[in-house]
């Protein structure tokens, strides 16, 4: 099979490769400045390009290229959108969604503020949180070690800032044993949100705001918004 380049193409794929659990769909592909912009397409007479047998085949092709990062188009839905923002994350791109309607107004809320200001501001606010609550975080963890092989356990992906792909960082919230004692932690930090204080490292990092930071938009979410738009 020849190299796949990323370029303005389409992707096919055999009907054998639509039941297999790495199956990306006909994509529409579409380069830009130094960003790749991939959407839902329908099959064509048009050149395309060879079809990614596997995820593998998609990470080395996005290593290989010059993209800077990926925007993927919310149409794409769910599942192809939890493959693509894999292999951008193992390919070390950053991946964006886009969309219109519904999802592009939860994005771009009204500010009088400036967003490298808010931005700023955030940065700050959580760094002084992460200060007034460490004792608490530290305590949590330590307890939560004791019961879970994951501590902090970033799993789903999550739509932040300006529709930023990010993992959540968050305390596990699923105990290796049927501990009454594990249980009654689980329950006491899910009751006051303390699983969630890790978050504020993704406000730090600019995945999300801070107002937004213990309830951020899922995949399915923004897939939901596209749909009622």
């Known amino acids: 099979m020849p190299k796949s380049t990323l370029s303005n193409s389409k992707i096919h794929f055999s009907v054998e490769q639509q039941h297999s659990s790495n199956y990306l769909p006909h994509c529409i592909l579409k380069w830009r400045q130094g960003q790749l912009f991939v959407s839902l397409g329908e099959q064509s007479k048009q050149p395309y390009i060879s079809a990614f047998e596997t995820q593998q ?13 990926v925007c993927l188009h919310s149409n794409l839905g769910e599942a192809t959108l939890n493959l693509w923002a894999d292999a951008c994350e193992q390919a070390n791109k950053p991946v964006f969604l886009r969309g219109r309607g519904s999802i592009q107004k939860t994005f771009q809320k ?5 967003p490298q200001l808010k931005q700023w501001m955030d940065s700050v606010s959580a760094f002084f949180l992460l200060l007034l609550f460490s004792p608490i975080i530290l305590a949590t963890a330590i307890s939560i070690h004791l019961y879970s092989p994951e501590p902090i356990s970033p799993k789903q992906w999550y739509i932040g800032t300006g529709g930023k792909f990010f993992r959540p960082l968050k305390f596990c919230t699923t105990v290796a044993s049927d501990d009454s004692r594990a249980t009654l932690l689980i329950r006491w930090m899910c009751k006051y949100n303390l699983d969630k204080l890790p978050q504020l490292l993704n406000v730090l990092r600019a995945d999300i705001s801070l107002k937004d930071s213990f309830y951020p938009l899922t995949i399915s979410e923004a897939v939901k918004l596209r749909l009622e738009s």
């Open 57 to 69: 085949q998609l990470i080395e092709c996005l290593k290989s290229s010059p993209v800077r990062l």
């Open 110 to 114: 009204q500010s009088t503020l400036s």
